[in-house]
Each structure stands twice: as structure tokens, then as C-alpha cells.
Nanobody
Framework: VQLQASGGGLVQDGGSLRLSCAAS????????MDWYRQAPGKQRELVAR???????YYIDSVKGRFTISRDSAKNTVYLQMNRLNPEDTAVYYC?????????????WGQGTQVTVSS
């Protein structure tokens, strides 16, 4: 499974961006689909998760500002980011768990830079 992330960029404090992560056509079931981020000097952290069997998950710092969604027909996961602030500056990565029968595999996208200027 190949993941192609896009949508990052430079925005001002309070601005918005929409990230997309498209998975290649696959016979695997892709679930859950996640967005992580890694800021300079910090560990990678899970930002949001969407899965078929639970409500979307968000870390506290983005609740009410970010929305994760998916288009299963397109194997694509989105992250709508509103009211961005400089603390959101990071490289954002998508990750999916691909499963087929009892086998599961983690796949990561290449990362997309989000920079929020104050």
C-alpha cells in the first residue's frame, strides 16, 4: 500500500489547511486511518484517528479545531485544520493499518510540512 499525503503549506495564525492522504488501490482493508505529527525536537504524536468501529479520536490540543474524515471509495483520509496556531507547526504523517485476514501491516505516508506563522 502506498500513501500519498498532500495539502501542507505555510499559513498565518488562525488560518486553515486541509490535508489529504490517498492510498493506492489495494485489496487490504484500511482501518484505522490516522494522522500523526512531529514537531522539531519532539516525538511523533497521534493527532487524530478514524476507524469503522469507534468515534473519531483527537488529541486534546486539536479538539474543536481539527476534523478527520475519510472517503472509503477513494481510500483517502482527510484532516481539516482550522484556527491553526504556531504550536501546530510540524510535519504531518498519515498512517493506515492494512489488514487481510489475520495479517495486519502499518503503512506511513511521506509527510507533509505544516508551518503556522505568528
Amino acid at each position: 500500500v502506498q500513501l500519498q499525503a498532500s495539502g501542507g503549506g505555510l499559513v498565518q495564525d488562525g488560518g486553515s489547511l486541509r490535508l489529504s492522504c490517498a492510498a493506492s488501490e489495494t485489496i487490504f482493508r484500511l482501518d484505522p486511518m490516522d494522522w500523526y505529527r512531529q514537531a522539531p525536537g519532539k516525538q511523533r504524536e497521534l493527532v487524530a484517528r478514524i476507524s469503522s468501529d469507534s468515534s473519531p479520536y483527537y488529541i486534546d490540543s486539536v479538539k474543536g479545531r481539527f476534523t478527520i474524515s475519510r472517503d472509503s471509495a477513494k481510500n483517502t483520509v482527510y484532516l481539516q485544520m482550522n484556527r491553526l496556531n504556531p504550536e501546530d507547526t510540524a510535519v504531518y504523517y498519515c498512517k493506515v493499518v492494512a489488514s487481510l485476514g489475520k495479517s495486519t501491516y502499518d503503512y506511513w505516508g511521506q509527510g507533509t510540512q505544516v508551518t503556522v506563522s505568528s
